[in-house]
């Protein structure tokens, strides 16, 4: 699995500081030195690492921690976030023409996955974005490419252009999107041809056609397993090409991390998608944050909707799916939904299915206190109809009434409130995944 030994041993270093009610400079000191020694045996840039280090080590020194309550947590939280920055922050959506037909231009090596790579890419944005995708086959040189997107085409059910191999890529790539435009396709997907290094010839190639499709997106495909050669591959091709984004493929395989977390520093462009198998079905998009949490080990949260959903019944799960989304969720809800969680059986043994569980201290033999969980549904119980759909209106005097009603402190019932607000906020970012949950892949 990818990423196996970066994720050990930086959870091993979060680890000793998790706890700590108070950090000292040398304690951000130590766990930096092995923070950098992690990310250097993952093969991440050394430059990269150097910056890194020094950013997190700015600010886990800095007031917002030193500061805070839980000095801990905060360093982690800081590492989260500045690996989270690391990889480009916020996930990076995929461009839409202003006038169809958005037009992508595939680039890579050789090998590293670029036709494969444009089927699964028009096959994701047929199934998730609801778009009608056109391919054009431009590579003309190497000798099964033109047959290889035909029968990934066929397999998809979807168009594949080609003038066969003795018209120049450039003409292929004119004449392809004045049928797709006739045709009313909304995207235009061309593979263009690769080489096992780059070469003068191939890039004049793709600058020819770039300038003539005037593509909306520009995207590497690079092999994840290359490590430090895929971030070169990258750099370069962005010098030439000024590429909008990185697909990096084989992310499925042992591939220690290091292109994946370099790539967005030194060439600074995104990963848009990553590629996690062979099949058509295996590309997802690229989220940053998930990466991080899932090289930290912050838990499985689709893991556990998929648990969840496989413990209500099909009704049940579309109508919460459907509130998830349109985060109309209510306290009513919650209640119904703390009940289904303690149907799925004990939460010590939930809770040991997050990632990273087994190794934290504590968690391993972890006892919920199932009390806590009755104290938080009798809370909920002693809100009104009205209050449990709509609890922006709790007021303060409201929220006496509720924690005298329930027999809880006026603190709990706040904590409660600001939990369920954030649970809100997480399920509302969460619901575009949550589809996806059932799928083999990424597990955070
Ligand atoms: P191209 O020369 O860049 O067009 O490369 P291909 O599309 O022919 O892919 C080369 C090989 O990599 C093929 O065997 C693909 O099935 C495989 N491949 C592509 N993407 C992935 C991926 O994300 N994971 C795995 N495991 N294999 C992949």
Avoid: C, W
Wanted: glycine residues 8%; charged residues 30%.
């Amino acid at each position: 699995m990818a990423f196996e030994g970066l994720a050990d041993r930086l959870q091993t270093t979060i680890q000793k500081i998790r706890g700590k009610g108070k950090v000292t400079e040398a304690d951000v000191k130590e766990m930096m030195r092995e923070v950098r020694l992690a990310l250097l045996e993952a093969d991440v840039n050394f430059k990269v690492v150097k910056q890194f280090v020094k950013k997190v080590s700015e600010r886990a020194v800095g007031q917002e921690v030193m500061k805070s309550l839980t000095p801990g947590q905060q360093v982690i939280k800081v590492v989260k976030e500045e690996l989270t920055e690391l990889m480009g922050g916020e996930q990076s959506k995929i461009a839409v023409a202003k006038r169809p037909p958005t037009v992508i231009m595939m680039s890579g090596l050789q090998g590293a996955g670029k036709t494969t790579t444009t089927g699964k890419l028009a096959n994701l944005l047929r199934k998730s974005y609801n778009r009608k995708p056109f391919l054009i086959a431009a590579d003309i040189y190497r000798p099964a490419a033109i047959k290889q997107l035909e029968t990934i085409g066929k397999q998809l059910n979807m168009p594949v252009f080609s003038l066969g191999d003795k018209v120049s890529p450039a003409e292929i790539v004119r004449q392809g999107i004045e049928k797709a435009k006739e045709e009313h396709y909304d995207y235009v997907l061309i593979d263009t041809a690769g080489r096992l290094h780059i070469d003068e010839e191939l890039m004049q190639e793709l600058r020819d056609i770039k300038e003539l499709a005037d593509p909306d997106e520009i995207f590497l495909v690079v092999d994840a397993m290359t490590g430090q050669d895929a971030v070169n591959v990258a750099e370069n091709f962005n010098d030439q090409l000024d590429i909008t984004g990185v697909i990096l493929t084989k992310l499925d395989g042992d591939t220690r991390g290091g292109a994946a977390l370099s790539i967005r520093s030194v060439a600074q462009k995104p990963i848009k998608f990553v590629g996690m198998g062979e099949k058509m079905d295996a590309l997802e998009p690229f989220h940053p944050e998930r990466m991080a949490s899932r090289i930290l080990g912050m838990g499985d949260v689709l893991t556990l909707i998929e648990k969840a959903q496989a413990n209500v019944d099909e009704e049940k799960a579309k109508e919460m799916e459907h509130k998830f989304r349109t985060a109309s969720f209510t306290f009513d809800d919650f209640l119904d939904q703390l009940g289904q969680v303690r149907s799925m059986g004990p939460l010590d043994e939930l809770i040991k299915m997050m990632p990273g569980a087994n190794k934290m201290k504590g968690l391993d033999n972890i006892q919920v206190d199932e009390k806590q969980i009755g104290h938080v549904e009798a809370i909920i119980r002693s809100m009104t109809k009205e209050e449990k759909e709509r609890p922006d209106i709790i007021n303060a005097s409201r929220r006496r009434r509720i924690a005298k009603g329930s027999g809880r402190t006026i603190q709990e019932v706040n904590r409660l409130l600001k939990q369920f607000e954030e649970m809100k906020k997480m399920l509302k970012q969460m619901s575009g995944m949550q589809q996806k949950g059932k799928k083999k892949g990424f597990k955070f």
